[in-house]
């Protein structure tokens, strides 16, 4: 019997050992691969639908499908943009004069920088008004037989003095002051060539300048400015209003822009004409052309992720990290059933995108016919609109939609009671049309439950121009203003009638003060606001200022506001939602945190943190597994030694023993 030496190689056999051991834990790793794979695949398509969402929620705009393109027929003499609420049409547009600023020149002076006058406090006050009758001579600038009446802006007051009596000082005093009114210095290399010009910062015939210089006689001379008497500068520009005729209709208005003339149509008039141009109003197409191309291209790049997400090569035979996956499965399912489905209650001519030109392909990618979509858009834009947009039509003009229902459908509304403003008014006929400083100057004003103090400019008025005063000083008070509140101001047989331009309730007008009794007399009028009533589908609504809200039933949630009108039935308002407002809906409550995906990715997460824990489990036995088998094949190989020494010894002892012979 012979046993070799032991020789073991107890790291090999222990390496090759803990291999096997450890194969459970690179399963575990394989299989957290896979989750963590997953979980990408499910942000790539939560990234997807949100750039789907993109082109659809512009789809859901309805003033997308109201847009309003103006075209001019003469770039040169106008411009025009219009808004959702232009009519479509021409309009024959001829421009006489364009509006402009005022322009006034001192006489020259040899320095710009040399002192004019002893340095005597000077005062100069500037009035803004309309220059009226007599004749201008354009070789001197300046009017003859002219009247100057003041617009009711009030008068600005300058002090010049040692500190500031040069051009330049005068200028920069002028500048600081801020009054309306900007000062240039100009070198027009004459032998004086040195000139103050002057210019009011707003335009129109009703901003020319007054100058009355009281103090220094050199500066009286050089500045002093009266266009119905002494002119001691020179006009080189006419303050004069924008003049021009619409459809033949004249027009004069006190800028160059004009935005309350055609409704939704803001005009920029660039140059007078000779011959008329054209204004044209129309749909603008390409609006909702682009949106529509940008929703079908949204759908096709979701379409792809899904796709390359669930897709299986049958050359590799590998299927996609989300192959056969269900949430998948739902949400595209999910997808087609909105897009298969007609749009209920759309009251237009479509029902499907099919009937505009949009077709979903075999491959599951979304075709646009461009040229059926665009016939739709022309021959009826309001009923595209019907068929994306959650839109609101009513049958009654002074009924306007503004916020859906829980439900699509036809809902009657009756108006019991309108909404109206608070207002302020006088009881009797006022005389007073002089504001003097510290006397009747001061209101203290509360709209809308908001209060203020307003101080009107000292002067002379005409009914008119008072009430324009009184609106002015109000709606700049910044505590109203900030508020978003503002009023509306006219004479009237009981002298001055106070409105607040909110509806409802909440609309209240309250002044006092000193110059209240001159505007109001002893026992004004209060009359505050009151909000609609009515019922919307024959149940009452809740009624905040001119609006009408469907507190119950089918119609729940539905907001109506009435504009005017007369109380009684008042016709039907029609709400529906299309594929846009649905599609919408659908992928907000997919990528919300309760949604499908973000369920779907904590159920993974959840999985994950059980691979870790099992793991942590299983390597944590590896080290104690190791040591055992080192233990033992260590034992073994001790066993090996120890049993081949005893071999040798017992093979020696033998070869000792006598041979027989």
């Given at each position: 019997m012979a046993i070799g030496g032991a020789n073991l190689d107890v790291n090999g056999i222990v390496g090759q050992l803990m291999s096997l051991e450890q194969r459970p834990v690179a399963m575990l790793n394989k299989k957290e691969a896979d989750y963590q794979a997953k979980i990408s695949a499910y942000g790539n398509i939560s990234s997807a639908l949100s750039g789907f969402q993109t082109s659809v929620q512009e789809l859901t705009k309805l003033e997308k499908f109201q847009s309003q393109k103006a075209t001019s027929s003469d770039a040169t003499a106008f411009s025009a943009s219009a808004s959702g609420k232009a009519a479509t049409g021409s309009h024959s547009i001829s421009i006489s004069s364009l509006a402009q600023t005022q322009k006034l020149a001192v006489a020259g002076q040899e320095s710009d920088v040399t002192s004019i006058g002893t340095g005597q406090a000077t005062k100069l006050v500037f009035d803004f008004g309309t220059i009226a009758g007599g004749s201008f001579d354009e070789a001197s600038g300046k009017y003859k037989d002219a009247t100057f009446s003041p617009s009711g802006q009030g008068s600005k007051t300058l002090t010049i003095d040692s500190g500031n009596n040069t051009l330049q000082g005068i200028r920069d005093a002028i500048n600081a002051a801020k009054m309306g009114v900007t000062a240039s210095v100009i070198n027009d290399g004459s032998a004086a060539p040195f000139k103050l010009t002057l210019s009011p910062t707003s335009i129109g015939a009703s901003n020319s300048l007054k100058i009355s210089v009281t103090g220094e006689d050199a500066i009286s001379k050089l500045l002093s400015h009266d266009p119905g008497g002494t002119q001691n500068l020179s006009q080189t520009a006419t303050a004069q209003n924008a003049v021009f005729t619409v459809d033949g209709v004249t027009i004069n208005k006190t800028g160059n822009s004009v935005a309350d003339v055609i409704p939704g149509v803001t005009l920029e008039l660039l140059k007078t004409t000779t011959t008329p141009a054209t204004l044209t109003v129309g749909n603008d197409s390409s609006a909702i052309t682009n949106s529509v191309q940008g929703f079908v291209k949204g759908y096709n790049d979701l379409n792809k992720t899904?796709?390359?997400?669930?897709?299986?090569?049958?050359?590799?035979?590998?299927?996609?990290?989300?192959?056969?996956?269900?949430?998948?499965?739902?949400?595209?399912?999910?997808?087609?059933?909105?897009?298969?489905?007609?749009?209920?209650?759309?009251?237009?001519?479509?029902?499907?995108?099919?009937?505009?030109?949009?077709?979903?392909?075999?491959?599951?990618?979304?075709?646009?016919?461009?040229?059926?979509?665009?016939?739709?858009?022309?021959?009826?834009?309001?009923?595209?609109?019907?068929?994306?947009?959650?839109?609101?039509?009513?049958?009654?003009?002074?009924?306007?939609?503004?916020?859906?229902?829980?439900?699509?459908?036809?809902?009657?509304?009756?108006?019991?009671?309108?909404?109206?403003?608070?207002?302020?008014?006088?009881?009797?006929?006022?005389?007073?049309?002089?504001?003097?400083?510290?006397?009747?100057?001061?209101?203290?004003?509360?709209?809308n439950g908001v209060s203020a103090s307003v101080v009107l400019t000292p002067g002379t008025y005409t009914e008119d121009s008072l009430a324009t005063e009184i609106q002015s000083k109000i709606n700049g008070a910044s505590t109203l203003s900030s508020a978003g509140i503002s009023v509306s101001v006219v004479h009237d047989q009981f002298g001055y009638l106070v409105t607040?331009?909110?509806?409802?309730?909440?609309?209240?007008?309250?002044?006092?003060?000193?110059?209240?009794?001159?505007?109001?007399?002893?026992?004004?009028?209060?009359?505050?606001?009151?909000?609609?009533?009515?019922?919307?589908?024959?149940?009452?609504?809740?009624?905040?200022?001119?609006?009408?809200?469907?507190?119950?039933?089918?119609?729940?949630?539905?907001?109506?506001?009435?504009?005017?009108?007369?109380?009684?039935?008042?016709?039907?308002?029609?709400?529906?939602?299309?594929?846009?407002?649905?599609?919408?809906?659908?992928?907000?409550?997919?990528?919300?945190?309760?949604?499908?995906?973000?369920?779907?990715?904590?159920?993974?997460?959840?999985?994950?943190?059980?691979?870790?824990?099992?793991?942590?489990?299983?390597?944590?036995?590896l080290p104690l597994q190791e040591a055992r088998f080192r233990k033992q094949y260590s034992s073994l190989e001790t066993s090996l030694s120890n049993m081949s020494k005893t071999s040798s010894y017992l093979n020696q002892q033998l070869s000792n023993l006598p041979r027989p012979y």
């Open positions: 899904l796709q390359d997400m669930s897709s299986y090569n049958a050359a590799t035979k590998q299927g996609a990290v989300l192959q056969g996956d269900s949430t998948l499965r739902v949400l595209q399912s999910q997808i087609r059933a909105v897009l298969n489905t007609p749009i209920s209650n759309s009251g237009g001519a479509y029902t499907n995108l099919t009937q505009i030109g949009i077709t979903l392909q075999k491959d599951g990618t979304m075709a646009l016919d461009t040229a059926k979509l665009n016939t739709a858009i022309t021959k009826n834009p309001n009923d595209v609109a019907s068929l994306f947009a959650t839109v609101g039509t009513s049958s009654d003009p002074l009924l306007s939609y503004t916020s859906a229902a829980n439900s699509t459908g036809t809902y009657p509304v009756n108006v019991t009671k309108l909404a109206s403003k608070g207002s302020m008014g006088g009881c009797e006929e006022v005389e007073t049309l002089i504001i003097d400083a510290g006397e009747n100057d001061a209101l203290d004003v509360t709209v607040s331009n909110t509806v409802g309730s909440k609309s209240s007008v309250e002044i006092t003060g000193t110059g209240a009794l001159n505007l109001f007399g002893k026992s004004p009028v209060y009359t505050t606001g009151t909000d609609v009533e009515g019922t919307i589908n024959g149940s009452p609504a809740s009624g905040s200022g001119q609006t009408l809200t469907a507190i119950s039933g089918a119609a729940l949630g539905l907001k109506v506001d009435v504009s005017g009108g007369a109380v009684g039935e008042r016709g039907k308002v029609n709400y529906s939602q299309g594929y846009a407002h649905i599609l919408n809906q659908l992928i907000t409550s997919v990528l919300a945190q309760e949604g499908q995906l973000e369920s779907r990715k904590r159920g993974i997460n959840s999985s994950i943190k059980e691979i870790e824990s099992r793991r942590q489990t299983l390597e944590q036995r």
